[in-house]
C-alpha cells in the first residue's frame, strides 16, 4: 500500500534516554514533514524537509534532530528525554518542492511517546 | 493553533447537520483544508478550497469561505455515528515554505 508508515506506534521511556522514531514514504513526495500532537490533540509543525534539505525548523529544543538520508525518509532522533515530551508525534509527507507548497499533508498513524 | 481558531466541541444527533467553523487572520493565505482525525490515527484529508472559490460541495461535504471576514466553515449533511472525530482546518500561506498552520481541532460528537 502506498502510504506514510512511522514505528514504532507505540515508544515508553525512561527520563534521560535517547530514542529514534523512523518514517518513510513511498508516495514519491518531495517533501516531509514532523508534526507534534499534545494532549488537547493541538497540532505545531515542528521540522520540514524539502528533498534532504532542511526548510523549516520551529523552535524546537536543539535535543530534537531529524535526519533525512534521502527523500523518502525523515527520522527524529531526540536526545535527553524529558516528561515534557511525551506526545504523540506525527510524520508527514507532500507533494511538490519549493514554490509549490499548495499540497496537502498524508500523515502517519502517529507515533505515542511516554516518558516516565 | 497560531492564527486559526475553531471552537472544540460539538454535539449533533444523528441525522441533523453539523456545521465546524473556523476563522484565520492572514488574509494572503491560498490555500485552506480540513482534515479528520479519527481515535488512533493520523489526520486524513478530508476536502479543501482554493481563495478564490466561495463554496465548496463534495457529497455531504459543503465548505464555504468568507474571505471578508475570513471564516471558513465545514457542514456535514446526514451527520453519521462514524462522523466522530476531530475535525482540523489549516491554512497554508504561499510566504511560509509549505507550513501548514492548524487550528485547535473541533471535537465532533454524533449522539445516536
Known amino acids: 500500500d502506498t502510504a506514510v508508515s512511522q514505528t514504532p506506534k507505540y515508544l515508553v521511556t525512561q527520563m534521560g534516554n535517547d530514542k529514534s522514531i523512523k518514517c518513510e514514504q513511498n508516495l514519491g513526495h518531495d517533501t516531509m514533514y514532523w508534526y507534534k500532537q499534545d494532549s488537547k490533540k493541538f497540532l505545531k509543525i515542528m521540522f520540514s524537509y524539502n528533498n534532504k534539505e532542511l526548510i523549516i525548523n520551529e523552535t524546537v529544543p536543539n535535543r530534537f534532530s531529524p535526519k533525512s538520508p534521502d527523500k523518502a525518509h525523515l527520522n527524529l532522533h531526540i536526545n535527553s528525554l524529558e516528561l515534557g515530551d511525551s506526545a504523540v508525534y506525527f510524520c508527514?509527507?507532500?507533494?511538490?518542492?519549493?514554490?509549490?507548497?499548495?499540497?496537502?499533508?498524508?500523515f502517519g498513524n502517529g507515533t505515542r511517546l511516554t516518558v516516565t | 493553533g497560531e492564527d486559526v481558531e475553531q471552537s472544540l466541541f460539538l454535539s449533533v444527533r444523528e441525522g441533523d447537520s453539523s456545521v465546524i467553523n473556523c476563522t484565520y487572520t492572514?488574509?494572503?493565505?491560498?490555500?485552506l483544508y480540513w482534515y479528520k482525525q479519527e481515535p488512533g490515527a493520523g489526520l486524513q484529508l478530508l476536502t479543501y478550497i482554493f481563495s478564490n472559490m466561495d463554496m465548496k460541495q463534495d457529497q455531504r461535504l459543503t465548505v464555504l469561505l468568507n474571505k471578508k471576514d475570513k471564516h471558513l466553515s465545514l457542514r456535514i449533511a446526514d451527520t453519521q455515528t462514524g462522523d466522530s472525530a476531530i475535525y482540523f482546518c489549516?491554512?497554508?500561506?504561499?510566504?511560509?515554505?509549505?507550513?501548514?498552520?492548524f487550528g485547535d481541532g473541533t471535537t465532533l460528537t454524533v449522539k445516536p
Open positions: 508527514a509527507s507532500s507533494q511538490g518542492g519549493r514554490r509549490e507548497y499548495n499540497s496537502p499533508l498524508h
Open positions: 492572514d488574509s494572503s493565505s491560498t490555500y
Open positions: 489549516a491554512e497554508i500561506r504561499d510566504t511560509n515554505a509549505g507550513k501548514s498552520t
